[in-house]
């Protein structure tokens, strides 16, 4: 090494007439131009001798060999060390030409070397790609004649890495280079690539750019020899593009033989736009840039959809929409080629989270979609800044270093732009509906009577701005938008900027709903200290515009609204000790005169509120009517807290008025007034976010109980009062649902209690936890279960929520407490509807709801089974396990890669679940597969195994005998203290009292309070196995009147606990006759059962619990006949008999009764009877207790998944049972249903065809779209009370209801043969799958819908893709067979029937950069695309009038595919293979078309490797079935389709 390194010394200090004589015709430099060389010889002190430029050569090359060999330095390192030598020499002369030629043959050693190694593993020196980088150095030699031989030097090496990867340097000649070069077969090197993709990337860029930079400064000058030559920087020009042909395979000896694609020179061309700005570009590279930039555009149409303008659907998305195709960082490079109108269709940040406002959707779910959306958005932006150039000169282009103030100024744009637009639709559309032209008389203004309080006809519309209004203080509260920003942006909807609107000519556009929107702002407390302050001790410019704003026909007109038209008014009077000068304000401002008049009434109002206020009078604050609640309404807005105090003094009076629970007299509570939801709905927001700050500091924050503050002492808990009062707890739910942005934060805070207390009953149990606390939690656990559950489904961490239960399910001794958290335990997983409930279950890193209320951060999850089960209650872990198989039949596992659904159910419990064939049938494949493989039979007790062990062990007499031995009790309690034991003890003692005596009360109950209370459900199913086994035996009527006794009488067991032991899917009901029997008997023949309900549906609890006035006293009622007992000592109490030991601690119960612990049982059980194929059983029990669907919180969504994962259950495939099922579970009044099912609902019939398809088509575009439309019924009830409060949540949901009803009905003509199949092994379930496919494939209705949604004629303007996209959402929301699976088939008659895709193409020769820049070819255009239509943009087609069917189907499939799993990608997958395989594709268009199915969705295949694969696999297949067919076509031919096809494969790369 050290004789190479002072050899290349000496050649580098040689001057030039050293060795200028050595120069030989023909080499490196000569090819510059053909000046006379000079030989003369010079003699001088060398080292080394130089005789002729051949020995140096040799020398050079004999050295670098050598040091290679020697291993001593690794050849990368050695190879620079010459490379860095030829670049140090200082003059183009022969001494460069010398160093040229020997790299030359270095290199081509080096290839020999690499090429007789190719299988050799662990070569040491590395890849010759890393070698061939090297040689980019001598592209830094500024000197034209020596920049060239550098680019001709590294081509010649190029094709002689081609000629060896390719099999020689021409078609059909053996691989060679120079004499002693290994030689190979084609076949022995066959996938060997010396020349990846990032080598030739690299090196075109560093050439292209080094070519832009002497652009500037060596365009202009001639060469030496005279004009009329060509300039030095154009011969590096042509020398550059010939370097390119080699690497496209367009060069003569590397023809058809490319190293990289054209879409990769075409983004390393791309300049970037601070060059193209900046005018450097010559027009030589102009033009490449610009045909490169075409290129891109063609290859965007196929990497991005015909339209990407899909709404973001809130809790119906899947995860990957939030990262959307548009930002993806390989599809940023290709997207901004297309047109503005192109792009504009596609989704974007400022869309997605108008789409989430509209929606109602969770706050933190709107910040997770902003931070998804950065975060794609940088990683995208990077990469564009990776492949753009930006030269040190051009100016302005400094870039951008991002801070946490540039951040939150993002989001703070983002989010008011969204409100922005969403104020002013609704603003306009209230305008739409009201009547602001007509005058009302002037003289009822000032009459302030109830029967005269100014209130619109249309006031429903008003809960919209109520709803804006909420969103808007949360945002401005935690600093999410500046106030000051809100007013600007609200001021330029009336003036908008740029704008010669005069302030006379804008009254249309002037609204006082802006005013009143801005109104709520001035009650946060740091907007009032802050900018209004600021602007009232100033110039007004604040107070200027409220006026200019202010529209004064409204206050009198005939749909004039006092809350919203006195706004100004309120305003001044909210701040008029800030304003200077109160007396000369309306000299400042004159627009004040039209408003001043109305001042009268604001004053009045706030005397009559205060004067009732002294005088206690409840009539304003209760709002019993529509004008007191509006008076108290708009006086909330005067005056800072004054109406939340008041409400709050309302609800809990100072003066002591002690009311007691029905739980006892140890559960009493403060007496108070009762607010009206109207009057919650109405008042400010800031009033509302006070009110309920009052009630959870006094009330539910303290684990003191309750706090009351007296003659302005500090809060203390007050003697005799241990509990809320129930309007409190009221009052909480309803102001959660009303302003739930604003009081999330609150509602955060209790979670985060609720996962302390359940942390430390892992420390210590109940009896870590004082008194107070475990009433505020059993009140909490109550409000959550019986008025919460709404608003916990839709709640952004919902899915994790279990996390906040899990120790105190195993922990919790207290059995009251504990029923009341085994039902919401219940309902809460019943709520889960994604596959966010299965990570949360492998997620033990979750530590709780973050307390940020902005931005909060993305916690990456790492999937972990947990050491311990999750639930130690059988009734919850199998309750868990079909929930887990719902979502996974619903949404699939493929938005969360890496998630082991084994591990998830595995840690649902102790030991493996077993489930009867009859539920196996139902569940999804991977479920059904696990269970298959994991579960075991459960075993029955034997009635002679439970005699043996009572006449083993004689203490069991006392249990029904109080005369038994002595240490009888205590030697039972031992017994079955063991684990194992405990099942026994409900047997033996039904054993016993099968034989007719009482038990003994206190003994039995000894024994069970020594059993945990999470292990009762799975005592129970003992027994109830053990009793349907002895049915036929004994008889229904010996055992049906004892089992009452142990469930009613003496309350051993309870009756859901029954229930579920029935029906918990061990045994197979389909014609089990004893077991039906007792689910018969339980919930319908039970006398005491049927005296419940009957006085439940007498007393008549309403599903609008909100608006039951009487609701409490209905509570106190029923339990006042019935009451509640939770340590067997209901008999006990009844008979007088003292209890020991005594009851725990009674707990006071606001909503919970056993009705309401046996509702979410009775959801379990609903699933279990449709899976008997009992359609007489299960049609009574939906009659009879369909009833207790009232309390069910979300029964809608309970309907639709029930048919969601019944749909093909032949027990449903009957109008009799369908009707009950939909009655039952649906309350018609609060459900917007068409006329049709309505109609079938109430019993009459109904027909699908073309105009209902039509008309639910319409409903669903128009809620994606953001339409405000007048409700179809008058008495639904307000947004916010609804079951769904996303309008396009519910729209779905509705119309799939209809839609699997209508699927039901269609079946039942085959209904009755299948209730006779009875499949019960994994080959029966999958034929009888595979039968379900072939009927769904069949369906009309799907068939129906597609013709419609390709029909353009049925789209009424302007609604354009809305319709197609509505489409793809709804067949993702049904199950795939019905609709998605179909559709996505029917890509198979698009690409064989359409004739626009049989189009063969012309073939035309590839491109060459050298022959583009000739002269003569230089200017012609390209030519057009056949089949373009195609591939546009649908909307443009549409303008345009050019709208196909392959183009409309293409955008449906990809609203499919955006919306749809990983089964649809499967389907799509067996399509395409399923084409390729018919032989029939026959043109290049159907291969281009192929490819636009696939381009948009290659960065959601690349977390399914196998799947990606496959498709791709399946295109090079169609390639090659394809090319046959097209005439002329060669090596040196192609078309654009089939171009493009290969420009797929090659974006591949950076998709994944």
Not at 151 to 180: C, D, F, N, Q, W
Not at 821 to 831: M, P, W
Not at 960 to 975: R, T
Not at 1332 to 1348: N, Q, S
Request: proline share 6%; net charge neutral; charged share 20%.
């Amino acid at each position: 090494m050290d004789k190479l390194v002072q050899y290349l010394l000496d050649v580098i200090q040689s001057s030039y007439q050293d060795l200028e004589y050595l120069v030989p015709c023909g080499s490196f430099l000569g090819l510059f131009d053909e000046r006379p060389i000079k030989r003369t010889r010079t003699d001088g002190p060398r080292v080394f001798e130089f005789d002729d430029s051949e020995s140096t050569c040799n020398s050079i090359r004999h050295l670098t060999l050598t040091a290679i060999a020697s291993g001593t330095m690794p050849a990368v390192d050695v190879l620079r060390v010459v490379v860095d030598a030829v670049r140090n020499i200082h003059d183009a002369s022969a001494v460069l030409d010398i160093g040229f030629r020997s790299l030359f043959e270095i290199y081509q050693k080096r290839l020999s070397f690499h090429c007789a190694n190719r299988y050799t593993t662990g070569v040491v020196g590395g890849t010759f790609g890393e070698e061939y980088l090297i040689l980019t150095k001598l592209f830094e030699l500024h000197r034209p004649r020596t920049w060239v031989a550098a680019v001709r030097l590294v081509s010649m090496v190029t094709k002689s890495a081609i000629g060896i990867m390719y099999g020689g340097t021409t078609p059909g000649e053996a691989p060679s280079l120079s004499t002693g070069t290994h030689a190979a077969s084609l076949s022995e090197i066959s996938g060997i690539n010396f020349l990846p993709e990032a080598v030739c990337r690299e090196t075109i860029r560093v050439v292209w750019r080094l070519l832009l930079d002497s652009a500037a400064t060596e365009r202009q000058p001639a060469s030496v020899l005279g004009s009329a030559r060509r300039t030095r920087w154009q011969i590096r020009f042509d020398a550059t593009l010939e370097l390119f042909d080699c690497f496209v395979g367009r060069s003569g000896q590397c023809l058809g033989r490319p190293l990289v694609s054209y879409y990769t020179v075409a983004r390393e061309l791309d300049p970037g736009a601070a060059v193209a700005e900046s005018g450097l570009l010559t027009d030589e590279m102009q033009a490449i840039v610009d045909l490169c930039f075409a290129r891109k555009r063609r290859l965007g149409r196929i990497l991005l959809p015909p339209d990407g303008s899909w709404p973001l659907i809130s809790h119906a998305s899947r995860a990957h929409t939030v990262k959307h195709v548009y930002d993806q960082p390989a599809y940023a490079l290709v997207r901004d080629s297309l047109t503005f109108e192109e792009t504009e269709r596609g989704p974007s940040a400022n869309k997605y989270v108008a789409d989430l406002l509209y929606q109602r959707a969770p706050t933190d779910e709107i910040f997770a979609a902003i931070r998804n959306h950065r975060i794609t958005k940088k990683k995208a932006m990077a990469a564009v800044a990776n492949d753009s150039y930006v030269p040190n000169r051009v100016p302005g282009s400094v870039a951008v270093e991002e801070s946490v103030d540039a951040e939150k100024h993002e989001v703070a744009q983002l989010l008011l732009e969204a409100m922005a637009q969403r104020i002013e639709q609704t603003v306009r559309y209230i305008q739409r509906q009201c009547d602001f032209e007509t005058l009302l008389n002037e003289r009822k203004l000032n009459d302030n009577s109830d029967a005269s309080m100014i209130v619109p006809r249309n006031i429903q519309y008003w809960e919209h701005m109520n709803e804006i209004a909420d969103q808007l203080y949360y945002f401005v509260l935690f600093d999410a938008i500046p106030y000051k920003a809100v007013h600007e942006r609200l001021y330029s909807l009336v003036f908008p900027k740029d704008s010669d609107i005069q302030a006379g000519g804008s009254m249309r556009r002037r609204d006082n709903s802006y005013i009143w929107l801005l109104l709520q702002l001035f009650h946060i407390e740091k907007v009032a200290a802050g900018p209004i302050r600021a602007d009232l001790a100033g110039d007004e410019d604040m107070l200027d515009q409220l006026m200019q704003m202010y529209n004064e026909q409204q206050i009198v007109s005939k749909d004039a609204f006092y809350v919203r038209d006195l706004a100004l008014q309120a305003a001044m009077s909210h701040q008029q000790e800030k304003i200077s000068d109160n007396q000369g304000v309306k000299f400042r401002h004159p627009r004040m005169a039209v408003a001043m008049p109305f001042a009268a009434v604001v004053f009045r109002l706030r005397q009559e509120f205060g004067r009732w206020f002294r005088e206690e009078r409840p009539e304003l604050l209760a709002g019993d009517t529509v004008c007191r609640a509006m008076k108290t309404a708009a006086v909330s807005q005067f005056r800072q807290y004054a109406v939340p105090n008041a409400l709050y003094t309302f609800l809990v009076p100072p003066r002591e008025a002690i009311g007691q629970l029905p739980s006892g007299p140890l559960t009493t509570y403060q007496q108070g007034g009762r607010i009206s939801t109207l009057l919650l709905d109405n008042i400010n927001v800031g009033g509302k976010h006070r009110l309920l700050q009052l009630v959870y500091k006094m009330m539910l924050a303290h684990e003191m109980g309750p706090q009351f503050q007296v003659d302005g002492r500090p809060p203390a808990a007050r003697d005799g009062i241990t509990c809320v009062s129930p309007h409190v707890v009221d009052t909480v739910y309803r102001l959660l649902y009303n302003a739930p942005y604003s009081n999330e934060l609150m509602m955060k805070e209790v979670l985060e209690k609720l996962r302390r207390c359940d942390e430390a009953m892992v420390r210590g149990g109940v009896a870590r936890l004082a008194a107070p606390t475990l009433r505020w939690l059993y009140t909490v656990y109550q409000l959550m279960n019986c008025r919460l559950l709404r608003f916990f489904k839709y709640y952004a961490h919902a899915s994790h929520l279990v996390h906040h239960l899990r120790h105190s399910l195993v922990h919790v001794t207290h059995r009251q407490l504990y029923g009341s958290l085994e039902c919401f335990a219940l309902c809460l997983v019943n709520l889960q509807h994604d596959v966010g409930f299965l990570q949360a279950l492998l997620d033990p890193g979750y530590h709780g709801v973050s307390l940020e209320p902005v931005r909060p951060e993305a916690r990456p999850v790492r999937y972990s089974k947990p050491a311990v089960a999750w639930f130690a209650c059988a009734m919850l872990a199998r309750n868990a396990a079909v929930v887990i198989a719902r979502i996974v039949a619903m949404r699939g596992l493929g938005d969360a890669p890496g998630l082991v659904l084994e591990d998830c159910l595995a840690s649902l419990a102790l030991q493996s679940l077993a489930w009867a064939p009859a539920v196996l049938r139902f569940l999804p494949r991977p479920v059904r597969a696990y269970y298959a493989r994991a579960s075991s039979a459960e075993s029955v007790v034997a009635a002679a195994d439970v005699r043996r062990l009572i006449d083993a062990r004689p203490e069991h007499r006392a249990l029904v005998d109080a005369g038994a031995a002595p240490g009888s009790e205590a030697a039972l309690v031992a017994l079955y203290a063991d684990a194992r034991h405990r099942p026994l003890f409900l047997l033996t003692l039904w054993e016993l009292l099968l034989e007719g005596p009482r038990p003994v009360i206190p003994v039995v109950r000894r024994v069970l309070l020594a059993f945990p209370p999470s292990q009762m459900s799975a005592c129970t199913a003992a027994l109830v196995d053990y009793i349907a086994a002895a049915v036929d035996d004994v008889g229904l009527g010996t055992v049906g009147p004892l089992l009452d006794s142990l469930m009613f009488t003496f309350r051993f067991v309870q009756h859901e606990h029954v229930v579920f032991g029935l029906v918990r899917g061990v045994h197979d009901l389909r014609g089990d006759t004893a077991r039906l029997a007792l689910v018969r008997h339980v919930l319908l023949g039970s006398v005491e059962f049927v005296a419940r309900l009957a006085e439940w549906q007498r007393l008549d609890f309403q599903g609008r619990y909100w608006a039951d006035v009487d609701h409490w006293r209905k509570q106190e009622a029923y339990l006042a006949r019935f009451p509640e007992y939770f340590e067997y000592e209901a008999q006990l109490v009844k008979d007088g008999v003292p209890v020991d030991p005594p009851p725990a601690l009674p707990l006071p119960i606001y909503y919970e009764t056993a009705m309401v612990r046996l509702l979410p049982v009775l959801e379990f059980a609903l699933g279990r009877l449709i899976e008997a194929e009992d359609r007489l059983l299960l049609c009574d029990v939906l009659d009879r207790l369909g009833i207790l669907y009232r309390l069910h919180q979300v029964p809608l969504t309970t309907l639709m998944n029930t048919l969601f994962v019944f749909f093909d259950a032949p027990a449903l495939h009957d109008p009799t049972a369908m009707r009950s099922l939909a009655l039952s579970l649906l309350d018609m009044t609060q459900q917007s249903f068409t006329p049709e099912f309505t109609r079938f609902v109430a019993g009459g019939d109904w027909s699908v065809d073309a105009g209902y398809v039509c008309r639910m088509l319409a409903r669903i575009s128009r809620a994606i779209a953001r339409h405000l439309r007048r409700p179809e019924k008058d008495a639904l009830p307000e947004s916010h009370y609804r079951e769904i409060p996303n309008p396009i949540l519910l729209v779905l949901t509705e119309c799939v209801v209809e839609l699997l009803t209508w699927w039901c009905l269609h079946q039942a003509p085959a209904s009755e043969a299948r209730l006779l199949a009875r499949p019960e092994s994994e080959a029966e379930f999958r034929a009888e799958e595979a039968a379900r496919t072939k009927r769904a494939a069949a369906w009309p209705v799907a068939r129906l819908w597609l013709d419609i949604a390709m029909d353009p004629a049925a789209h009424p303007p302007p609604s354009g893709a809305t319709y197609i996209h509505s489409t793809g959402l709804l067949a993702n929301v049904l199950p795939d067979e019905l609709m998605a699976f179909p559709f996505v088939q029917h890509l198979t008659n698009i690409v064989l029937e359409e004739p626009v895709l049989k189009t063969i193409s012309r073939p035309k020769r590839y491109f060459s950069f050298v022959e583009f820049a000739l002269p003569a070819t230089f200017a012609q255009p390209s030519p057009l695309f056949a089949a373009t239509a195609v591939f546009n943009s649908y909307e443009q087609n549409r303008a345009r009038h050019m709208v196909n069917r392959p183009n409309t189907y293409l955008t449906l499939l990809h609203s499919i595919l955006h919306y749809g799993g990983i089964g649809t990608f499967n389907t799509l997958a067996e399509v395409i293979r399923g084409l390729v395989a018919s032989g029939q594709l026959c043109s290049d268009i159907q291969l281009l078309y192929l490819c636009a199915t696939v381009g948009p969705i290659l960065y959601r295949l690349k977390d399914h490797e196998s799947l990606y694969v496959q498709i791709l696999g399946d295109l090079v297949s169609a390639m090659a079935q394809v090319c046959p067919h097209i005439e002329s076509l060669d090596i040196d031919t192609s078309t654009d389709a089939v171009e493009q096809t290969s420009l797929i494969q090659d974006a591949r790369h950076g998709v994944a």
